[in-house]
Antibody, heavy 121, light 110 residues
Framework: QVQLVQSGGEVKKPGASVKVSCKASGYPFTNYGITWVRQAPGQGLEWMGWISVYNGNTDYAQKFQGRITMTTDTSTTTAYMELRSLRSDDTAVYYC??????????????WGQGTLVAVSS | QSVLTQPPSASGTPGQRVTISCSGSSSNIGINTVNWYQQLPGTAPRLLIYSDNQRPSGVPDRFSGSKSGTSASLTISGLQSEDEADYYCAAWDDSLNGYVFGTGTKVTAL
């Protein structure tokens, strides 16, 4: 079955970086993209950006440009999201999801289980 | 500060029909399709409706989506206790050149 399995939770200090992984299985990895979404405690969903696995093109939300990098490794069907210069308000659960796209339609299915990143001094 | 506005809560008794609205603009819902996601307590979001009104396999047919102009709606026909969750609308926004989620609606079965 189509599945995305994320790496475990992390605790980081302000100013540090975090790299979350997302292992995909059950589908042709290069035929879809990977999107990243985060959710702060008790808050809603926030889209961070996505990467086309096929050609490596990325699209980042303006809010994160300059301190986020998304990559993929097709040999291991794994996607990565690195966020730098962490602040306390980056504390959130980070989700990856398969990004399905076509024309005016984009949607995310399925989602990974989430990775809690806590930023605290 | 989401660009898609939803009511913070909605409720109904089991079996009742519940509708959630999602208000956007000409740069998102007005020109792109809408998706809906369900997030059960303590779990990852799950795709519920895509391309305005399409249900993925495995989603019960009591869930339906519609769109008119710059607004969209999710309807649960026959609310069940297991439908208690947070629901988010979402769409691509051409002005922001990014994907935007709604503010979220918490559905409660009374």
């Amino acid at each position: 079955q189509v599945q995305l399995v994320q790496s475990g939770g992390e605790v980081k200090k302000p100013g540090a970086s975090v790299k979350v992984s997302c292992k995909a299985s059950g589908y042709p990895f290069t035929n879809y993209g990977i999107t990243w979404v985060r959710q702060a405690p008790g808050q809603g969903l926030e889209w961070m950006g996505w990467i086309s696995v096929y050609n490596g093109n990325t699209d980042y939300a303006q809010k994160f440009q300059g301190r986020i990098t998304m990559t993929t490794d097709t040999s291991t069907t794994t996607a990565y999201m690195e966020l730098r210069s962490l602040r306390s308000d980056d504390t959130a659960v980070y989700y990856c999801a398969r990004h399905i796209y076509g024309g005016i339609s984009d949607w995310f299915d399925p989602w990974g289980q989430g990775t809690l990143v806590a930023v605290s001094s | 500060q989401s660009v898609l506005t939803q009511p913070p809560s909605a409720s109904g008794t089991p079996g009742q029909r519940v509708t959630i609205s999602c208000s956007g603009s000409s740069s998102n819902i007005g020109i792109n399709t809408v998706n809906w996601y369900q997030q059960l307590p303590g779990t990852a979001p799950r795709l519920l409706i895509y391309s305005d009104n399409q249900r993925p396999s495995g989603v019960p047919d009591r869930f339906s989506g519609s769109k008119s102009g710059t607004s969209a709606s999710l309807t649960i026909s026959g609310l069940q206790s297991e439908d208690e969750a947070d629901y988010y609308c979402a769409a691509w926004d051409d002005s922001l050149n990014g994907y935007v989620f709604g503010t979220g609606t918490k559905v409660t079965a009374l």
